[in-house]
């Protein structure tokens, strides 16, 4: 019967080896219930939410014409600011991954410029947005002066979305850049590319997944924003009042199945989105 060769572990300890790292691998069972009390903090208000909705009347509440409206503008404004978050941030994302390496400090700086929406609040950043594109803002009221109105219109829904979304969305592509590695790119250079080909040939394919699944979240966070629209953009009907804005009108004015039925509306547009990241993750997995 063949031995393992002297100083090598035999197949069977090699294999009780393994199985004792398996098992402790990971983290101690004794943070499960932590785990699934966060679990809870998180499902529990959605199930009691789907729970609450009468869905036997679903056409009814879900087919009104000022859903129906609402639900129009909040997919046109979402997927137009997504477009422009796109536009704005790869170049974004592309020039924090060349400052890191030159200067960490100018990059850290600009990271805190970008990500400083996530921590304001919606009426921080509502004011914020009033005093530059107002009718009295920096920039508003030259705009005004040429007639264009950036307040209280759907271009001011736009203008919310990109400043609340713009920062998810150069995480995610800045993430996806980070990680892949420089050699790459020096690579290319030795080879005789230029910065245009190596973006284009090379961060752009790798980052595909991350630039993706931004413009999910931006569509996403764009889709719930509330907050900073209603104190830039106000709550018009077929100008400014998206779907959270319609839930909001109907739980102020006691009518709570025109604020159910945009729920379900918005509910059924969070379902596609994470379909979406789901799919984006498969293929991401599949690639690699």
């Known amino acids: 019967m063949p031995t393992a060769p002297a100083g090598l572990p035999d197949s069977k300890v090699l294999a009780d080896s393994r199985v004792r790292a398996g098992r402790n691998f990971g983290v101690p069972r004794r943070l499960l219930v932590f785990a699934l009390c966060g679990i809870f903090m998180l499902i529990g208000p959605l199930v009691g939410l789907l729970v609450s909705i009468p869905w036997l009347r679903l056409p009814e509440l879900a087919g009104s014409a000022e859903a129906r409206s609402a639900l129009q503008l909040s997919l ?77 219109s759907m271009l001011g829904v736009v203008v919310v979305q990109v400043f609340v979304s713009l920062p998810f969305f150069v995480a995610m592509v800045a993430a996806a850049l980070h990680a892949i590695p420089h050699d790459l790119e020096e690579a290319a250079t030795l080879d005789g590319a230029n910065r245009m080909q190596v973006m284009r040939h090379i961060l752009l394919p790798l980052a595909l997944p991350g630039v993706v699944t931004g413009m999910v979240l931006s569509f996403a966070r764009a889709l719930s924003e509330y907050g900073a629209t209603l104190t830039f953009a106000g709550n018009v009907e077929g100008q400014t009042r998206t779907i959270p804005l319609l839930v909001s009108l109907g739980l102020s004015s006691g009518d709570m199945d025109q604020a159910l039925g945009a729920c379900i509306l918005l509910l059924g547009v969070y379902v596609l989105i994470g379909a979406l990241i789901v799919a984006v993750r498969m293929v991401s997995g599949v690639r690699r």
């Open 76 to 152: 046109v404004t979402s997927a137009t600011s997504t477009l422009i978050c796109a536009l704005l941030g790869i170049p974004l994302a592309l020039w924090l991954r060349r400052w890191e390496r030159r200067s960490a400090t100018l990059a850290g700086m600009v990271q805190m410029v970008v990500y400083a929406p996530l921590v304001l609040s919606p009426v921080v950043s509502g004011l914020a947005l009033t005093f530059l594109w107002g009718r009295r803002g920096l920039l508003g009221q030259w705009l005004d002066g040429v007639g264009v109105n950036v307040a209280y």
